[in-house]
């Protein structure tokens, strides 16, 4: 039966009327007012600092060889680091704080290695945290600590760090949350058309979600091409990757199968950060997930992935990885010491420094009017850099120290892909960092090209996927290159 157009109109003028209007304002006024009051729960909460002693000794004295090694030793880039404590906040780590001392270095080293308050009681760690700070002092300009310099009980403010920066998020409205959260299960909707289905691998912080076309070994030999993890970097997760699947270039790095791991993101609901997801807990979890799901064990996978997930492919990768990959490749990664105080500082940007991006990257068309570029450097600081995802990604998913996510791994063999013209990664000082200080990488280098290049541009895209699946399928890099030769951990061994 038609509807007839008496009724539309009524229904038009009943949504319509002014009084209509003022309920449904007042009314969406009063949920964004509920939503708020409850973001600022999240808030309190993914700012708690909860330390976890860690060992972190063997990190220490991988760092205090690389700062004495003749090869390329470590530096810090004065400009990035200084920015650190020129806000004015003296009360929040990375935000401010005042004059950068050597005190405070060295509690940056106390944090990074997981033991910030161990050193009043243990001389060994005392003389080798000195050691690292009087480095970073000499590094950054500033007055280095005395030679006999006693070890404080309480930590001084560290500049930034790992698990004990303020996270600090902006308030996205409701419209703005539908679209994101919208994001999740279209991306999800594609991959299962694509033949796809959905794997869950239960952590202490929620669910580890995984999509993939592997089917489970049973015992069978591995024959063929290994399967390939991929992992996503920050923004709208796995949906800004889905050029690498889609298209005829898309199967060949990927021919022996794929898991794609769901990790936190924009498109993530709430709950997922109510639970304080950890990197470490989300390593076990997928590496459960290839054991006991799917039946590939050490050296029988592979791993790709982009920027931040590099925390969790060198969680899987150095010592204590719950299932070791053969081989991994890492585009644009955040995951190496070199450079460190410029990857970290991406949550911290402020106005600016989003100018200056806006000014520089290759990633907006070069039509656009520089007006245009700033507005859009603005909005990217807003929904991006200060996302509360973004933020606890960043500063809270790899724990409290970097004795996990930080590349420590020699004998690992890896593809390191770069942009050239990267705004977040020293793209030069890493590939001097890893081709002096980690044997079994090789580079590769994209000259032009801003972070993340690859996902927009079809050509680079088509010429990186090949490079991928020529390493993948490749023999192994530098079969009879002596790890000893770098002067780093002489006693390791190759995977081979």
Not at 183 to 190: F, G, H, Y
Not at 255 to 284: K, Q
Not at 286 to 310: A, F, M, P, T
Not at 397 to 409: E, P
Request: charged letters at 20%; proline letters at 7%; one cysteine or more.
């Amino acid at each position: 039966m038609p509807i007839s157009q008496d009724l539309i109109k009524s229904w038009h003028f009943s949504f319509t009327s002014p009084r209509q209007l003022i309920l449904l304002l007042i009314a969406y006024v009063g949920v964004e007012m509920w939503r708020f009051q409850r973001f600022q729960r999240l808030l309190r909460r993914v700012n708690t600092r909860c330390y976890q002693h860690k060992g972190g000794g063997n990190f220490l004295h991988f760092i205090l060889q690389l700062l004495k090694s003749d090869r390329n030793a470590l530096s810090l880039d004065p400009k990035f680091f200084m920015r650190y404590a020129a806000e004015g906040d003296t009360n929040s780590i990375g935000y401010g704080g005042g004059t950068i001392t050597w005190q405070r270095l060295y509690s940056w080293w106390a944090w990074g290695c997981g033991r910030p308050f161990d050193s009043a009681h243990d001389p060994e760690l005392h003389a080798d945290l000195l050691k690292a700070a009087d480095w970073s002092c000499r590094s950054l300009g500033i007055a280095p600590p005395p030679p006999v310099a006693p070890a404080e009980s309480v930590p001084a403010l560290s500049p930034f760090g790992f698990g004990i920066c303020e996270v600090r998020a902006s308030f996205k409205p409701l419209p703005v949350r539908t679209f994101l959260r919208s994001i999740l299960p279209l991306t999800r909707s594609i991959f299962w058309g694509l033949g796809f289905r959905r794997l869950v691998e239960p952590m202490p912080c929620g669910d580890l979600v995984c999509w993939t076309d592997v089917k489970p070994r049973n015992g069978a030999k591995l024959t063929g091409r290994r399967p390939v993890v991929f992992m996503h970097g920050l923004g709208l997760g796995n949906f800004t990757y889905l050029p690498l699947f889609l298209g005829k270039h898309s199967t060949a790095w990927r021919s022996g199968g794929c898991i794609i791991v769901e990790v936190p993101n924009m498109t993530s609901a709430s709950d997922v950060l109510e639970g304080r997801p950890d990197v470490v807990h989300t390593a076990d979890a997928l590496g459960r997930l290839l054991r006991d799901q799917l039946g590939y064990g050490d050296y029988e996978y592979d791993i790709v992935c982009h920027s931040l997930s590099s925390y969790l492919a060198a969680t899987l990768c150095n010592d204590g990885s719950p299932c070791r990959p053969r081989r991994s490749v890492l585009i644009d990664p955040t995951c190496f010491l070199e450079g460190v105080e410029v990857c970290s500082r991406f949550p911290f940007r402020t106005p600016e420094e989003c100018r200056e991006f806006a000014e520089h990257t290759v990633l907006f068309p070069a039509f656009l009017p520089m007006a245009v570029r700033y507005a859009l450097g603005r909005v990217f600081r807003y929904m991006v850099c200060r996302d509360i995802f973004t933020q606890y990604t960043v500063l809270r998913w790899n724990g409290t120290d970097a004795t996990h996510i930080l590349w420590h791994s020699v004998s690992a063999e890896a593809l390191v892909c770069l942009s050239d013209d990267d705004n977040f990664v020293p793209s030069e000082r890493v590939a001097r960092h890893c081709e002096s200080h980690f044997p079994r990488i090789r580079l590769h280098r994209m000259p032009g090209k801003d972070h993340g290049s690859f996902v927009i541009e079809g050509d680079l895209r088509k010429q990186l996927l090949q490079r991928i699946t020529n390493f993948l399928e490749g023999e192994a890099a530098h079969p009879t290159r002596q790890l000893s030769q770098f002067g780093i951990f002489n006693d390791a061994t190759s995977s081979d």
